[in-house]
């Protein structure tokens, strides 16, 4: 397979992700669609890894490199639904528009 089949999959999943971020109104939908845009950074890491690399096994910086956006991406989805979760209990909705009312 080739480097660019990689990194279109990786620019379509960013790009879905991205409209995901911009048009959803659900705290949910929005967690989701910022880990689509980070599966599509760790796509074009390990791509970029195996190709910058062909021949030499012993260098795995992509892979390295995408193990930690999986591992930020992780406490984000942990922070996130904790924000989620708090904002359903004070306004009984997920709404993003509705978290301005939480001002103090």
Known sequence: MFLN???LLAAILFCIGVYG????KNGVLVLMSIELI???VNINLVAFGA???A????NVSGQVFALFVIAVA????GVGLALVLLIYRNRQSIDIDDVDMLKG
């Open 5 to 7: 089949q990689f990194l």
């Open 21 to 24: 971020v911009l048009a959803r």
């Open 38 to 40: 980070l599966n599509a």
């Open 51 to 53: 190709y910058w690399h």
């Open 55 to 58: 021949n030499d096994m012993a």
């Open 74 to 77: 992780a406490a984000e989805v």
